[in-house]
């Protein structure tokens, strides 16, 4: 059974940094592409960062430059250091994994982590 469990999430205040982690298990987590999502109260989801196998990674043009995806094969965990942080980043925060690149959809979603930025 595949399972991606979140943690990490808080209550910070805006300019703060803070980083969530994805947890990963039941899959060769290595084959796969890892990505976050965030939905904000009354918003739909939105991506936020993702990751290949190989370590490539890209980012919303909202997260570019404050935030840092990357990923632990040995561990099978990605992360997502969050700097700078803004209330606009107020969200649940969700990991989710697929095999490829650029198409298909997110086979695994984990339950989410909530992110709070007071101003």
């Known amino acids: 059974q595949v399972q991606l469990v979140e943690s990490g999430g808080g209550l910070v205040q805006a300019g703060d940094s803070l980083k969530v982690s994805c947890a990963a298990s039941?899959?060769?987590?290595?084959?796969?592409?890892i990505a976050w999502f965030r939905q904000a109260p009354g918003k739909e989801r939105e991506f936020v960062a993702r990751i290949s196998r190989s370590g490539s990674t890209s980012y919303a043009d909202s997260v570019k430059g404050r935030f840092t995806i990357s990923r632990d094969n040995a561990k099978n965990t990605v992360y997502l250091r969050m700097n700078s942080l803004k209330p606009e980043d107020t969200a649940v925060y969700y990991c989710a994994a697929r095999l490829d690149w650029n198409t298909g959809n997110y086979n695994y979603w984990g339950q989410g982590t909530q992110v709070t930025v007071s101003s």
């Open positions: 039941g899959l060769t987590f290595s084959s796969y592409v």
